[in-house]
């Protein structure tokens, strides 16, 4: 069994969309579970109600008996909290194949991710990766640089800026169901997100 986590201290930033997207490409290649974690909001809960055929995966919120759920799953993705504290990401990272750390290629997000990314560095961990999302003019590339720089692991594959993905939200169907040509390219970049995870051999 494999487990991809997806966190950032910072909300907004894309992080249920990724564990979402990642969980239907995974679903595709054998028996996958979403554990959504945020106990208030349930956003990977609720956007997964319906009972669409298109949807590849299971759903459940985190609790207590997580490793029980796991069991008889290949695959695994966590959609964190959102509000962790320091020990929470290494300890998430620890007990995970790659931990994903979606970010926006902003100023406030910027900040969030160095915030993140700090206890990670300074407890070694070394299997994670950034993902830049809701990218838009060069911005995203620009992060991206600016990571390879600082030696900061990134995902060569970067997600657009769209308000389709509200929509399939809304709408509780995945990305690559929905009738928005916008929706559909999102979820291709996603696949290609889903590719460089799988490959990551740390």
Known sequence: MKIFSVANMKGGVGKTTTAVQLAQGLGKKGKTLLLDADQELQCAV?????????????????????????????????????????????????ASHLLIVP???????????????????????????????????????????HLAENKIPAFVSMVRKSTA????????????????RYAKTVALEYQSVLREALAYGG
Do not use: C
Not at 54 to 68: H, I, K, L, M, Q
Not at 114 to 124: F, H, M, Q, Y
């Open 46 to 94: 609720a956007w997964r109600t319906s009972e669409d055929p298109s949807w590849t995966f299971d759903v459940a919120r985190y609790g207590e008996d997580a490793p029980r759920r796991m069991k008889g799953y290949d695959y695994v993705v966590i959609d964190s909290k959102g509000n962790e504290q320091g020990h929470d990401l290494v300890s998430l990272a620890r």
């Open 103 to 145: 970010t926006r290629p902003e100023g406030v997000s910027a900040t969030g991710l160095a915030n993140t990314l700090s206890p990670l560095v300074e407890a070694g961990v070394k299997n994670f990766k950034v993902l830049v999302v809701v990218n838009e003019g060069g911005r995203g590339e620009e992060l991206r640089e």
């Open 165 to 180: 993905v509200g929509d399939a939200a809304e709408q509780h169907i995945p990305l690559e169901a929905s009738s928005n």
